[in-house]
């Protein structure tokens, strides 16, 4: 089993940064763990993939939308998973969640949901304009 908790959201306003995290546990977590991502859901709107990384080779993927402004990046232990998000804009307000994908996966669809199988309860960012 994988544990995920996010932490470090808030409110900023617009043109502001914020760095939200993503705590790894469980047993064996490390080795079963291929892929990891940021995804957001704003008000009213359907889930969307914003970040993610490669938790054995590093890559990365971004969705336009944050493209240049949001980084996903982890600790050498890979036990945290951050995104840095800069240049925040009204657009960005959402929870934010945190996801795990293990086994099978397709890098070409890694911000699609259904590759993931573990989720965080979501934490709160809120840009004020």
């Known amino acids: 089993q994988v544990q995920l908790v996010e932490s470090g959201g808030g409110s900023v306003q617009t043109g502001g940064s914020l760095r939200i995290s993503c705590a790894v546990s469980?047993?064996?977590?490390?080795?079963?763990?291929?892929?990891m991502a940021w995804f957001r859901q704003g008000p009213g709107d359907k889930r969307e993939g914003v970040a993610a990384v490669d938790n054995n080779g590093g890559s990365t993927y971004y969705a336009d939308s944050v493209k240049g402004r949001f980084t996903i990046s982890q600790d050498n232990a890979k036990t945290t998973v951050y995104l840095q998000m800069n240049s925040l804009m009204p657009e960005d307000t959402a929870t934010y969640y945190c996801?795990?994908?293990?086994?099978?996966?397709?890098?070409?669809?890694?911000?699609?949901?259904?590759?993931?199988?573990?989720w965080g309860q979501g934490t709160l960012v809120n840009v004020s304009s």
């Open positions: 469980g047993s064996g977590y490390n080795s079963r763990i291929n892929y």
């Open positions: 996801a795990a994908a293990v086994g099978w996966f397709q890098p070409g669809a890694a911000l699609r949901d259904y590759q993931y199988y573990y």
